[in-house]
């Protein structure tokens, strides 16, 4: 299966998983990581996301999220659990 | 290893796996107690290699390497496995098959790992772990499908069930008799962007065809989570968890260490019975076996905190207190990864130095190595319960706290508070502008800890403490011992023996320095070869007291202690101890783990003066509260 996404499509749904309330609950739409304040470099953010399985497609759900900002969140991708700062999951689209 | 010999050759198996893949109970069950760790040269990551036979006989090293998503290398140990499974690691032998543990309930990431080690060209062997669970559940697997996609064998197994086990053993033979020409590429690149999708979308088409997911995921862990999680709760439960495992670690483990100091205290009477009186009846008494009786009583603490650390990693909460702390620790600067490293060093700072490796960033990782012999140490426990049960009394408050138990609570809570502390001063003055790293970690299903590889985990570590115990303990207790005797008092001499030894010299010399603190110089002697190990500080006092027998020794150091001490030197004292520069072997490792001398004397320094201070503090509002 491949997977056609073009900037136009991501440009319209803007609803990044950092800025998500919690129950939220969509469709990775795109990986877009060259986001300001992130530690690692858009390249390296990427491929770390992908790592956890935050792939194109994927189903994400907002589980829990901390005390502190709301942050960090405990997102289902899939069928796996991952904690992630919101910082982050801005390099994220869902829809 | 290069024989040539093929029938005497050993055959190499290399684990590999994700995180939380169940990696570790599978190594235990195959290799059971015989298991050796160490370090990898040069670098802090832990190596466990363990042996196994197989049913025909061949001799098989299994190499459990450090748990992983990809091959990328993010992190130190990361890298070893990379290098490992490349057949690129110094001194390593290239495994001629790689055991490649899937979590059955969890495929997807490990599918795309698996893929990715199958482009390196090394044999592999894919394990079904947790299969049972995975069954319970309602995932079933066609697994010869699932082979057959993948073009690598996969069998199913039960870390916990010996038939598994055994079917394990017996493919290991299978396929060492049949071995395929190895043919690994030196070509091996690191995937790229485009290439990580492609594999990711074969696992996950892989998955679609081969596996079918039961209609309701887990619920249990996503109602436990809803409590354990939540962001008021989840941080009451965290606190009420080390709260218990203080509690338990001073009042659990009394009967067991008064068994121990019984046992030592008997064997120092018969040595003094059967030896006639001298220098060598001195001794094995008071130098050896009351030096070393003195630390080994700590054994079933450090048991107990170890068991505790084990059991939350298995269940699968330790990523649970990582997600909690992570911005109340972000507030001090530190990353929330920090968080087990941290906790690790409750038990001994040497094992969570070596976790921070699991920080992929240097910066982070640097600061939380440089905090983590703020943490209470189990050696610490010694001096901390000698001072308290000599001088804070044992009644309950509010009915039923423990007030020994709640003094014990605040000494961590005052290290905890230092560190955090410590690690903001750090990033403000050095890393002012620079962002933390990505915070990225897998909450795992909750899991009922496997009883055996929980025990073979306590008893490895509790093997490390007595190997310690025998080496810098025991040479640090001889040392005193000598310096305590010699030169030994001139005949007609009044007062103790001590006070003409090498030992009061020492002291002495040092009491101007120490005063301030409301410390004599018999502190002074003792926190010397506590610099070795701190645990010995107890033995030394003991001995510097000049206070003879084992059991009699253990009770009654605190007596001694309680009629020469004010209140406010033992106060000073536990001051010290929360800071107190760290042992010679946490020393060394921060320099290997930093590779620079450098950070090593800072570390030094800092706690030397944060000791200094908050003993001069402490005495001296002590003093003014007439407590001197």
């Not at chain 1, 990986?31 to 189903?59: N, Y």
């Not at chain 2, 040269?41 to 290699?49: H, L, P």
């Not at chain 2, 394990?168 to 590429?185: H, I, S, Y």
């Not at chain 2, 490796?357 to 140490?377: E, Q, Y």
Request: proline share 5%.
């Amino acid at each position: 299966m491949t997977v056609h996404q073009t900037a136009s499509e991501t440009s319209i749904h803007e609803l990044r998983l950092g800025n998500a309330p919690r129950g939220f609950i969509g469709t990775i739409v795109a990986l877009q990581p060259d986001i300001a304040g992130a530690a690692e470099s858009g390249h390296e953010l990427e491929r770390h996301l992908l790592e956890m399985g935050f792939t194109e497609g994927a189903r994400v759900e907002i589980l829990h999220q901390g005390a502190i900002q709301r942050d960090p969140i405990a997102v289902r991708v899939d069928n796996i659990t991952i904690a992630v700062r919101r910082r982050e999951a801005m390099a994220v689209v869902v829809k | 290893m290069t024989h040539t010999d093929v029938t005497t050759e050993r055959f190499h198996l290399a684990l590999v796996g994700a995180p939380n893949s169940g990696k570790t109970s599978l190594f235990n069950a195959l290799t059971g107690s015989r298991q050796k760790v160490a370090n990898y040269a040069g670098v802090t990551v832990e190596r466990k290699a363990g042996a196994f036979v197989t049913p025909a006989g061949r001799q098989v090293t299994l190499l459990d390497l450090p748990g992983t998503y990809s091959l990328r290398g993010r992190s130190p140990d990361e890298e070893i496995t990379r290098d490992v499974v490349l057949g690129k690691r110094p001194g390593e032998a290239a495994p001629d098959l790689v055991l490649c543990i899937a979590d059955a309930t969890n495929l997807r990431l490990t599918l795309r790992l698996i893929l990715e080690l199958k482009r390196t060209g090394r044999p592999l062997l894919v394990v079904l772990n947790m299969f049972d669970i995975a069954q319970r559940r309602g995932v079933s697997i066609d697994v010869d499908a699932m082979s057959a996609a993948l073009g690598v064998p996969v069998i199913t197994s039960i870390a916990v069930k010996k038939a598994g086990v055994e079917e394990l053993r017996k493919r290991t033979d299978e396929f060492a008799a049949n071995m395929p020409a190895v043919t690994t590429g030196d070509g091996w690149k690191p995937l790229g962007l485009s290439e990580m999708k492609v594999l990711q979308r074969e696992a996950d088409r892989i998955i679609r065809e081969t596996v079918t997911m039961p209609t309701k995921p887990d619920t249990l862990t996503t109602r436990v989570d809803a409590v354990v999680l939540h962001p008021v709760a989840g941080l009451a439960i965290l606190a009420l968890i080390l709260f218990v495992m203080f509690q338990a670690v001073f009042s659990w483990a009394q009967p067991l260490m008064e068994l121990l100091s019984d046992s030592f205290g008997a064997l120092g009477t018969l040595v003094a019975q059967v030896l006639p009186e001298g220098i060598l009846q001195s001794f094995l008494q008071n130098g050896l076996i009351a030096g070393v009786g003195s630390v080994l009583v700590f054994l079933p603490q450090i048991i107990i905190i170890f068991l505790f650390i084990l059991l939350l990693e298995d269940f699968g909460y330790m990523a649970r207190a990582a997600f909690l702390m992570d911005r109340i620790m972000g507030g001090a600067g530190l990353h929330g990864r920090a968080f087990i490293p941290l906790l690790s060093s409750f038990a001994c700072a040497i094992p969570g130095i070596m976790a921070t490796r699991v920080i992929d960033n240097r910066r982070d990782r640097l600061t939380t190595i440089l905090i983590a012999p703020l943490m209470t140490c189990s050696a610490r426990i010694p001096v901390y319960t000698l001072i308290i049960s000599a001088f804070i009394p044992a009644e309950n408050v509010w009915g039923w706290v423990n007030l020994q138990g709640l003094v014990m609570f605040g000494l961590y809570i005052a290290g905890i508070g230092s560190a955090l502390a410590a690690s903001f001063v750090i990033k403000f003055f050095m890393w002012r502008d620079y962002q933390p790293a990505p915070f990225m970690l897998e909450l795992p299903d909750y899991k009922l800890p496997r009883i055996k590889s929980i025990a073979i985990g306590v008893y490895t570590r509790a093997k490390m403490f007595l190997q310690r115990a025998g080496t810098t303990i025991l040479s640090m207790m001889i040392l005193i011992w000598f310096l305590a005797s010699f030169p030994q008092a001139p005949a007609g001499a009044e007062g103790p023996a001590i006070n003409y030894s090498l030992a009061a010299m020492i002291g002495k010399f040092l009491e101007p320095f120490f005063a301030p603190l409301g410390f004599n110089w018999q502190i002074a002697v003792a926190l010397i070869p506590g610099m070795a190990a701190r645990e010995v500080a107890v033995g030394a006092l003991g001995t510097v007291y000049a206070i003879e027998g084992g059991k009699e020794a253990a009770d009654a150091i605190g007596q001694a202690l309680a009629s020469k001490w004010s209140l406010a030197t033992a106060l000073s004292f536990l001051a010290w101890f929360i800071f107190a520069p760290q042992c010679a072997s946490t020393l060394a490792v921060i320099r290997r783990e930093t590779g620079s001398t450098k950070w090593m004397v800072v570390t030094f320094l800092y706690m030397f003066a944060l000791a200094y201070v908050a003993s001069l503090i402490t005495y001296t509002i002590a003093k003014a509260a007439g407590l001197g």
